[in-house]
T-cell receptor, first 111, second 115 residues
Framework: DAKTTQPPSMDCAEGRAANLPCNHS???????VYWYRQIHSQGPQYIIH???NNETNEMASLIITEDRKSSTLILPHATLRDTAVYYC????????????FGGGTRLMVKP | DTGVSQDPRHKITKRGQNVTFRCDPI?????LYWYRQTLGQGPEFLTY????????KSRLLSDRFSAERPKGSFSTLEIQRTEQGDSAMYLC?????????????FGNGTRLTVT
């Protein structure tokens, strides 16, 4: 399985954009990049996923580099409620298609 | 609420007792997963079902653990003869299909404390 590398922690000012990087240099052609976040005492929450094109939804934008070796999750206007652990996951296309979580990035949004 | 539902939210038990957790996936989701999460770590895969068939088990799933999904809807996870090392958050997730393009949606978990 492709592994991901994320910074262990980041800070962001409330109202500013939060840009969370992820490296996945060994990603294969059929592997998707998924982002989840986990707020304290809750289950992981699905945010967004993509294969090669940039994606946007009501929560965030996902920017994937052309060589697919890295990606950035963008929260355009971070709020205090966005404080969470953010997981970047490369999902392998196999029978199980389970998600393999790493350590994630702990994002602290500060007033 | 049409999300994944888990019951109970919290369970405290004494070592050696058996416990059972229930997960109700999102309606019409064919795939159901169980994960375990210990403090400060990311969730770890335990097992998954495609409809009622249990198709894969992690090596983390010792023989004291058993999971079922009898009618392809709700699922139960039972732990027999609990040990202190079983203390963790047990998470259930479901997805519409088993495809890699079908996101998993997680419940808020059952937190187990073994004393």
């Amino acid at each position: 399985d492709a592994k991901t590398t994320q910074p262990p922690s980041m800070d962001c000012a409330e109202g500013r954009a939060a840009n969370l990087p992820c490296n996945h240099s060994t990603i294969s052609g059929n592997e998707y990049v998924y982002w989840y976040r986990q707020i304290h005492s809750q289950g992981p929450q699905y945010i967004i996923h993509g294969l090669k094109n940039n994606e946007t939804n009501e929560m965030a934008s996902l920017i994937i580099t052309e060589d697919r070796k890295s990606s950035t999750l963008i929260l355009p206007h971070a709020t205090l409620r966005d404080t969470a652990v953010y997981y970047c996951i490369v999902r392998v296309d196999n029978a199980g298609n389970m998600l393999t979580f790493g350590g994630g990035t702990r994002l602290m949004v500060k007033p | 609420d049409t999300g994944v539902s888990q019951d109970p939210r919290h369970k405290i038990t004494k070592r050696g007792q058996n416990v059972t957790f229930r997960c109700d996936p999102i309606s019409e989701h064919n795939r159901l997963y169980w994960y375990r999460q210990t403090l400060g770590q990311g969730p770890e895969f335990l097992t998954y079902f495609q409809n009622e068939a249990q198709l894969e088990k992690s090596r983390l799933l010792s023989d004291r653990f058993s999971a079922e999904r009898p009618k392809g809807s709700f699922s139960t996870l039972e732990i027999q003869r609990t040990e202190q090392g079983d203390s963790a958050m047990y998470l259930c997730a479901s997805s519409l299909t088993g495809g890699v393009n079908s996101p998993l949606h997680f419940g808020n978990g059952t937190r187990l404390t073994v004393t």
